[in-house]
């Protein structure tokens, strides 16, 4: 067991060796594929989760948007000069009311007039600011636009509109219709971003204008205002997907940029390096620690294993592996012990020699797979069959030994007959083997003269006899009976 401790010990100092090594050399790769997988893996995918989520809501309240447009009552009502007013409120709130929106819309181009589902609003005037919206939008060649803001008039949050110009059969512009819906879950999901994955996303407009960003955001209002990402302000702004990295204040930053369609914005996805490996350098320690506690684990493993190692030696110079019994070295151990205390203590040992009959047909016949399932079987009714004091073997080959301790002759012929009779009416072995299986044994009883050799060998010599008489029966040496039992 020392030379055991000592690879113990060796091992250990290995392996808490080498996973330092590793730690450290994992660390450095971190390092340096940290870019590469922000660039290549990161950005792309956070970018592409956001454009995602972004089109989901916006399909439907985009169909609405459009169906309101094409509504031939809207139409006539715009075309009829507006009359009853109460008419497209009513439409309005239904809108609003069946499709669970924020707020429904329309704008006459003739009258100026501003319609919700509450009614009317107001007249638009150029030289309001706020409606700047629809004479930008008038000028527009598309027929449809998606303006996403904050509003403080209507819920105080993140609010995007859809808006749809609409026509009469003769394409004369009419006036302009659509919805406004909270998109809050935007706001949550640009924090979200930022906390757990320490990126920046917010969206620009053709002119550099930060669309959307975080709520409450001290971010500038200006792609301009951004110190060095305003020198890629071309690679931003452009209907093609971009990546690129620049340094800012000393720290490395990448951006990954997407143009969508939907809301004719840009989407910015900015990220620090720097983040990213901070996290490496926790990710080495908490390497580091786990490695080294299952260097200890992986040394006391091996130490249990070196004792079950042990074990299973010792087992398997003892025992069977086939019947799981014990083996002829294990037996002639124990029974030499028991023969010693019987010669001095003058009681006998009874010994039962076991020989499966026509075993190697059953093999040739039926296959090893099959003789061993025999074996088994045998084993496990001579076990069924012994009292837990007596000895019990596989001797070799379709051999088996019983010694039946403090036991004469007359007791273990009962004993042996009995098991001869279990392993001939045995419903297993009669479904393992047609017809079933038999066994012949030879009995004999020790003397104070005996040595394992001796008894053996007439026991061994009595399971001959059986065998020459018939099979299938007990025969005990002669010297101990005249008589042949059955």
Request: net charge positive; hydrophobic share 40%; aromatic share 12%.
């Amino acid at each position: 067991m020392k030379s055991n401790y000592t690879i113990i010990i060796v091992v250990t100092i290995l392996l808490f060796a080498l996973s330092i090594a590793i730690a450290i050399t994992n660390y450095e790769i971190s390092l340096k594929t940290a870019n590469i997988k922000l660039k290549t893996q990161s950005l792309p995918l956070s970018t592409d989760n956001i454009y995602t989520e972004i089109q989901q809501h916006i399909i439907k309240p985009y169909l609405i948007s459009s169906m309101m447009a094409n509504d031939t009552f809207v139409k006539d009502w715009l075309n009829s000069e507006e009359k009853d007013r109460e008419k497209i409120v009513k439409y309005l709130n239904n809108i609003k009311n069946e499709y669970e929106i924020l707020t429904a819309f329309l704008v006459s181009q003739k009258t100026k007039n501003y319609y919700t589902q509450n009614g009317f609003l107001e007249k638009i005037d150029k030289a309001k600011k706020s409606n700047q919206w629809y004479f930008k939008f008038e000028k527009k060649s598309q027929d449809h636009e998606i303006n996403p803001d904050y509003n403080d008039n209507i819920a105080n949050s993140l609010i995007m509109f859809i808006n749809f110009k609409i026509y009469d059969n003769a394409h004369n512009f009419l006036g302009v219709t659509g919805l406004a819906i909270e998109i809050s879950y935007v706001d949550e999901m640009l924090r979200m971003f930022k906390k757990n994955y320490h990126l920046d996303v917010f969206f620009l407009n053709k002119d550099g204008d930060i669309l959307l960003t975080k709520q409450g955001s001290t971010n500038p209002k200006h792609i301009d205002e951004m110190l060095e990402l305003k020198k890629y302000k071309n690679s931003i702004i452009s209907n093609t997907t971009n990546i690129f990295e620049y340094k800012e204040k000393g720290e490395d930053y990448f951006v990954k940029t997407k143009y969508i369609k939907e809301l004719d914005s840009y989407l910015v996805v900015k990220a620090n390096l720097k983040d990213f490996t901070t996290e490496s350098t926790k990710v080495f320690y908490f390497n580091l620690v786990i490695s080294l506690l299952f260097s200890l684990i992986f040394a006391f493993i091996i130490m249990l294993i070196l004792r079950n190692y042990h074990k299973k030696l010792e087992r398997l110079a003892e025992f069977d592996t086939l019947t799981q019994l014990p083996n002829r070295l294990n037996f002639t151990k124990q029974f030499n012990h028991f023969l010693a205390l019987h010669k001095r203590d003058k009681r006998p040992i009874s010994l039962a020699f076991m020989d499966i009959d026509n075993f190697k047909s059953i093999n040739d016949k039926l296959g090893h797979n099959v003789g061993d399932e025999v074996l088994v079987q045998c084993g496990k009714i001579l076990q069924n069959n012994i009292r837990k004091t007596d000895l019990l073997a596989r001797w070799g080959g379709e051999e088996f030994i019983v010694a039946f301790i403090d036991t004469d002759i007359n007791n273990a012929h009962t004993i042996t007959q009995k098991i001869r009779k279990s392993i001939e009416e045995n419903e297993t072995l009669k479904k393992i083997v047609s017809g079933g299986v038999s066994a012949s044994f030879g009995l004999s009883v020790s003397s104070e003269f005996d040595t394992i050799e001796s008894i053996v060998s007439r026991a061994d010599k009595a399971m001959y006899e059986a065998k020459q008489n018939g099979k299938n029966r007990v025969v005990l040496t002669r010297y101990e009976s005249s008589e042949q039992f059955f």
